[in-house]
C-alpha cells in the first residue's frame, strides 16, 4: 500500500523470476500472467497510503533511528535514508519503496535479508552494503520507527 505500481510489479516479477525469495509470494506470483501482474499492481498501488508524520518520540531508539533517516552515520558510511526513500519516508519512483506506514516485521526481514544476501534484487547493490553497515539494534529501531510514522 502506498507503493507505486510499476515499483509493486518488479516485485512480483522479482519473486515469479526467483531474483526476490520468499516462501509465500514466490507461488503465487509464479502462478500470475502478466497482466494479473499489473492488475494486482495497480490495485494495491490505488489503496490509500497511511500518514507520513515523522518525528522522533525522544526514546533512544528512535531518536538513533530519526538520525539515520535524516541524517545518516557518516563514521559507518551510512547515508540518511531520506536521500534515497524521501524526506518522510514516503519514497522516491519505482525503485526506491516507501518506508513510512509499512510493517516493522517486514521492514526488519528485509533489511536482515539485505545484510545476509537472501534478498538481492536492489539493482546496485546499495540496500545490500548499506543493510551490511547497519547493526541489527538500528535495522529493528529503523523498522519500528518507519512503521510507527514516527512517534504520534
Known amino acids: 500500500v502506498g507503493m507505486p505500481a510499476e515499483y509493486l510489479a518488479k516485485q512480483l516479477f522479482d519473486y515469479r523470476d526467483g531474483r526476490r525469495v520468499d516462501p509465500v509470494m514466490a507461488p503465487i506470483a509464479k502462478a500470475l500472467k502478466d497482466d494479473e ?22 526514546q533512544s531508539g528512535q531518536s538513533a533511528a530519526l538520525t539515520l533517516h535524516a541524517a545518516g552515520d557518516n563514521g559507518r558510511a551510512l547515508p540518511a535514508c531520506a536521500n534515497c526513500h524521501g524526506v518522510e519516508g514516503e519514497g522516491q519512483g519505482f525503485l526506491l519503496p516507501r518506508l513510512t506506514g509499512q510493517p516493522a516485521d517486514y521492514l526488519a526481514r528485509q533489511l536482515d535479508a539485505f ?3 537472501g534478498r538481492h534484487n536492489d539493482d ?18 529503523l523498522a519500528s520507527f518507519y512503521a510507527q510514522g514516527g512517534a504520534r
Open 115 to 117: 545484510r545476509t544476501g
Open 37 to 58: 501482474v499489473a492488475a494486482v499492481a495497480r490495485y494495491y498501488a490505488s489503496q490509500p497510503a497511511p500518514s507520513l508524520t515523522l518525528a522522533g518520540d525522544g
Open 124 to 141: 546496485d547493490g546499495a540496500m545490500r552494503g548499506i543493510a551490511q553497515r547497519l547493526g541489527e539494534a538500528d535495522a529493528r529501531a
